[in-house]
């Protein structure tokens, strides 16, 4: 059974900062392009970043460029999103994906962490 679970949500002041991780179990990161997704209330799910086993390259919203980073260890099979400059629009719950770059028609999620920024 593959499963991938997101851990690091929870709640912090507009400016500051936040790691997510993402660990997956049945299935190898290092076979896969990984991405993190976001969904605020009321609104759809939208791409945050990727980043690729193949080649190491990554992707950004133009939202969260500069501010957040996207990156890998696959020894411990996780990928992580750190987020810095936190502001009240990137309240969401942040999911995780993953994408087998071999078979691109097989995929997985993670059932989310919320994050919320606040004062």
């Known amino acids: 059974e593959v499963r991938l679970v997101e851990s690091g949500g929870g709640l912090v002041e507009p400016g500051g900062s936040l790691r997510l991780s993402c660990t997956a179990s049945?299935?190898?990161?290092?076979?896969?392009?990984v991405g993190w997704f976001r969904q605020a209330p009321g609104k759809e799910r939208e791409g945050v970043s990727c980043?690729?086993?193949?080649?190491?390259?990554?992707y950004y919203t133009n939202s969260v460029k500069g501010r957040f980073t996207t990156s890998s260890d696959y020894a411990k099979n996780t990928v992580y999103l750190q987020m810095n400059s936190l502001k009240p629009d990137d309240t969401a719950v942040y999911y995780c994906n993953a994408m087998d770059v071999v078979n691109p028609s097989v995929g997985y999620w993670g059932k989310g962490t919320l994050v919320t920024v606040s004062s």
């Open positions: 049945g299935f190898t990161f290092a076979d896969a392009a």
């Open positions: 980043i690729s086993s193949t080649d190491g390259s990554t």
